[in-house]
């Protein structure tokens, strides 16, 4: 296994779009926030920058064969668009409603 500069280069930018994707999220917690709320903040603050780093570097490839997107013109933008929305995917992806669904067209039936 021999070092790829592209994978680096992938690396990076999600870095950089984490990073943006963070300092751009205006939370103001509020005055009276206890110990416990700040912990569940910043849990869900790391929670959806690893979603999204995630989603980013292993969902950019899917995501362009999926939108028939060039990967010669797209892979870092497709990179930077899932860093930025892989929480949300993720999110939804977790509901239940969304998990039933699934669950439906694979198997049949339902409840």
Known sequence: MGFNPDTLKLAAIIGVALLVKHLMTEVIPP????????????????????????????GHVPF???????PETGTWMSAVFLAFAGEH????????????????KRFGGGR
């Open 31 to 58: 005055e009276d926030e206890t110990d416990a709320q700040r912990r569940a903040r910043k849990r869900k603050t790391v929670g959806g920058l690893l979603a999204g780093g995630l989603f980013a570097y292993a």
């Open 64 to 70: 362009m064969e999926f939108f028939s997107i060039n």
């Open 89 to 104: 995917v993720a999110r939804e992806l977790m509901r239940p409603q969304f998990i039933s669904k699934i669950l439906e």
